[in-house]
């Protein structure tokens, strides 16, 4: 197995650009993928394969991925960003796995 | 676009199993893997395993192997995760996720199980 790393926590005030970091060795040959999950609900992905937006996800919400560390930029940050990301990876036998995730305060 | 629905909450005793369903529709059932994910309350999302509901292949995390057995129905499009031996530390709220081309892209609601004597 092995091991994805974020930062607990990153705090930004409104309007100001939110970035969070993953690491992790497996990043450096396979994507990553972004969840954002809202107090009481299912996780979304708003980001996959290192870089693309699925439909419906707002152009603020952007992935860029290089060696060994993933980076998700959230431009402009809102309230309604308030909300707990996690990264994702998965090895060659089909294993994935789960940052341990990254609450996101807006202030 | 797709919808997973998934079974109601659960209260099981420490020893015992719980078995989890997850129903698809609005898609095609066998075109994609179902995976199931775990969040212990206060705590992140943990993978524990994969099932492509076409020929019944499955993978385990390591955390789980020998009490994890994923299943699947194809006459009523259903996914089943069944998790034995349970402890206080097995409650979570369990969800199905189909993983595509997007990532894990449709989630069911989640299903809350306690473990509790």
């Known amino acids: 197995s092995f091991e994805l790393t974020q930062p607990p926590s990153v705090s930004v005030s409104p309007g100001q650009t939110a970035r969070i970091s993953c690491s992790g060795e497996r990043l450096a040959v396979q994507f990553v993928y972004w969840y954002q999950q809202k107090a009481g609900q299912a996780p979304e992905v708003v980001i996959y394969k290192d870089d693309k937006r699925p439909p419906g996800i707002l152009e603020r919400f952007s992935g860029s991925s290089s060696g060994t560390k993933a980076t998700l930029t959230i431009s402009a940050v809102q309230a309604e960003d308030e909300a707990d990301y996690y990264c994702q990876s998965s090895d060659s036998s089909g294993t994935w796995v789960f940052g341990g995730g990254t609450k996101l305060t807006v202030l | 676009q797709g919808q997973l629905v998934q079974s109601g909450a659960d209260v099981k005793k420490p020893g015992a199993s719980v078995k989890v369903s997850c129903k698809a529709s609005?898609?095609?059932?066998?075109?994609?893997?179902i995976n199931w994910v775990r969040q212990a309350p206060g705590q992140g999302l943990e993978w524990m395993g994969w099932m492509n509901p076409n020929n019944g292949n499955t993978g385990y995390a390591q955390n789980f192997r020998g009490r994890i057995t994923l299943t699947r129905d194809l006459s009523i499009n259903t996914a089943y995760m069944e998790l034995s031996s349970l402890t206080s530390q097995d409650t979570a709220v369990y969800y199905c996720?189909?993983?595509?081309?997007?990532?894990?892209?449709?989630w069911g609601q989640g299903t809350l199980v306690t473990v509790s004597s």
């Open positions: 996720a189909k993983s595509g081309e997007q990532g894990f892209d449709i």
């Open positions: 609005g898609y095609t059932f066998v075109s994609d893997d």
